[in-house]
């Protein structure tokens, strides 16, 4: 129960483990953490962030890059290639970051499979994309998409899939994905992306309070 812990969402990682260990030194040693997804691809350090999340068993939701990770990277181990390479995505980082540890790349995928779309504590709805306007299919295969990769410039497009009324849920849609320069408040949601990789900052919110605590790129998380 929010209140009784410290539970804090920290916003999308992208593979920068140096400015995520800052961000942590912030927060209470006895929180809970929460990660929104994304903390692969694009920065030099994804498997140092998966193995510190798992050993720490601490939460995350799925998010599109881990969806990319699960979806290509036998595929780029077995020989093959694949968009997950190419331009921005953010793959070649994250496989040049286990060094040829495919034992432990393998490992982390099977661990993936068990991420959920989506974390529900009180009134607190988790989600890697803009997840507001898919709340009630929230469970059901079609809202999936919505759930790891709406966003809000997606109204004139995507808004014949939107749920009625979604402005006016009793909950609070925390959420990652889309970058902004600094977290994007709305009458119930928060959007919590502030571009760490690109040169932005790393954020964590804290549910109840909803006090913000945010650290720079670190920028060995870039440098090649």
């Given at each position: 129960?929010?209140?009784?812990e410290?539970?804090?969402?920290?916003?999308?990682?992208?593979?920068?483990?140096y400015?995520?260990k800052?961000?942590v030194?912030?927060?209470p040693?006895?929180?809970?953490?929460?990660f929104?997804g994304?903390?692969c691809?694009?920065?030099?350090?994804?498997?140092r962030i998966?193995d510190?999340?798992?050993?720490n068993?601490h939460?995350m939701?799925?998010?599109n890059?881990?969806?990319?990770?699960?979806e290509?990277?036998i595929e780029?181990?077995n020989?093959g290639?694949?968009?997950?390479?190419k331009?921005?995505?953010?793959?070649?980082e994250?496989?040049k970051s286990?060094k040829g540890?495919?034992?432990a790349?393998?490992?982390?995928i099977?661990?993936?499979?068990?991420i959920p779309?989506y974390?529900?504590i009180?009134?607190?709805?988790?989600?890697?994309g803009?997840g507001?306007?898919y709340?009630?299919r929230r469970?059901?295969?079609e809202?999936?998409?919505?759930l790891?990769?709406?966003?809000?410039?997606?109204k004139?497009e995507?808004?014949?899939?939107?749920?009625s009324?979604?402005e006016?849920?009793?909950?609070?849609?925390?959420?990652?994905?889309?970058?902004?320069?600094?977290?994007?408040v709305?009458k119930?949601?928060?959007g919590?992306d502030?571009?760490?990789?690109y040169?932005?900052?790393l954020?964590?919110?804290e549910?109840?309070?909803?006090?913000?605590v945010?650290?720079?790129?670190?920028k060995?998380?870039?440098k090649?």
């Amino acid at each position: 129960m929010i209140g009784k812990e410290k539970v804090y969402v920290i916003g999308d990682v992208h593979g920068c483990y140096y400015t995520l260990k800052a961000l942590v030194k912030k927060l209470p040693k006895d929180a809970r953490l929460i990660f929104v997804g994304d903390v692969c691809d694009r920065g030099l350090h994804s498997k140092r962030i998966f193995d510190f999340i798992i050993k720490n068993e601490h939460e995350m939701v799925l998010g599109n890059h881990e969806r990319y990770m699960l979806e290509y990277a036998i595929e780029i181990l077995n020989g093959g290639t694949n968009r997950w390479l190419k331009g921005r995505m953010g793959g070649k980082e994250t496989l040049k970051s286990y060094k040829g540890d495919t034992r432990a790349l393998l490992q982390h995928i099977e661990w993936l499979k068990s991420i959920p779309r989506y974390i529900f504590i009180d009134k607190y709805f988790i989600t890697h994309g803009f997840g507001l306007p898919y709340f009630q299919r929230r469970d059901k295969f079609e809202s999936l998409d919505g759930l790891t990769k709406n966003r809000i410039s997606n109204k004139k497009e995507w808004s014949h899939d939107w749920e009625s009324g979604y402005e006016d849920y009793d909950v609070i849609n925390i959420f990652g994905h889309t970058p902004y320069e600094d977290v994007k408040v709305g009458k119930n949601y928060y959007g919590i992306d502030t571009g760490c990789v690109y040169g932005g900052k790393l954020t964590a919110i804290e549910l109840g309070s909803m006090k913000i605590v945010q650290v720079k790129l670190d920028k060995r998380d870039i440098k090649k």
